[in-house]
């Protein structure tokens, strides 16, 4: 059975608009109540900025055969067991007849700042995965396949974040590939390298303008880490999963 990707580049738009409507709410909520010095905080913490991305995630599973899988996205049922903690908490989860089919983190990152924050994701996507296959490995979850592990992230695409970012590492040189490299480039090297190092099952990195509340605009940087990568590897594993606990 061919796998189905839902329509997966309209859904998308929709999401990318959803998802600068949502901030751009928040952010005159904020200026309403006097508290506009916040800044981009008030998108941050409005807490549903990526609901879109869910949706298209929920179809996808829907259409891949786990219709009936529990996914849950309510914050009391989000967690797992870790190896060097005691949980981590995710931000979807799916589970069919007791076993862990999926667990997705979806992240954004907005200007101004984008070098320090970089790093923050970058740790934290890193001791995330580390730490729940150390739990996998060690019969946190029982005896089962290897889950899809999911890294998704949207970048806000404009000049801070398409420029290159500084490096200061006075007592040995950095690889080669960070020298010069923009905010996006190194998203973008990130989520290869967490692919190639077999630490999530996917990783992607979109683009998108401040602009696209209107349009939907969005873009990936290499083909490895785009959308479209992340969404057919989804759904091969949910259909493999259907067809194995059918």
């Not at 981590?88 to 984008?114: C, N, Q, R, T, Y």
């Amino acid at each position: 059975m061919a796998i189905d990707l839902v329509n997966y580049e309209r859904r998308t738009r929709k999401a990318v608009r959803a998802f600068w409507g949502s901030r751009d709410a928040a952010r005159q909520k904020q200026v309403e109540s006097g508290k506009s010095d916040q800044g981009e905080r008030a998108g941050v913490t409005a807490g549903k900025n990526m609901d879109g991305f869910i949706d298209l995630i929920l179809d996808i599973i829907r259409a891949n055969g786990l219709a009936h899988a529990d996914v849950h996205q309510d914050r009391a049922v989000l967690t797992l067991p870790g190896f060097f903690r005691p949980t981590k908490l995710w931000d979807l989860l799916v589970i069919h007849k007791g076993v862990l089919i999926a667990a997705i983190e979806l992240k954004s990152h907005i200007g101004p700042s984008f070098g320090n924050n970089f790093n923050n994701r970058a740790e934290e996507a890193l001791g995330t995965a580390h730490d729940l296959w150390t739990a996998y490995r060690e019969g946190a979850f029982g005896k089962q396949p290897r889950p899809f592990v999911g890294w998704l992230m949207l970048v806000e695409d404009a000049a801070a974040s398409r420029s290159p970012v500084g490096i200061h590492s006075p007592h040995f040189p950095v690889f080669e590939e960070f020298k010069n490299a923009s905010c996006l480039q190194r998203y973008d090297m990130l989520c290869q390298k967490l692919i190639q190092e077999q630490l999530y099952t996917s990783a992607a990195v979109i683009n998108s303008p401040r602009t696209a509340a209107r349009s939907g605009k969005y873009s990936s940087l290499s083909d490895m880490t785009s959308l479209k990568a992340f969404v057919a590897a989804l759904a091969g594993h949910i259909a493999t999963e259907a067809a194995r606990l059918d």
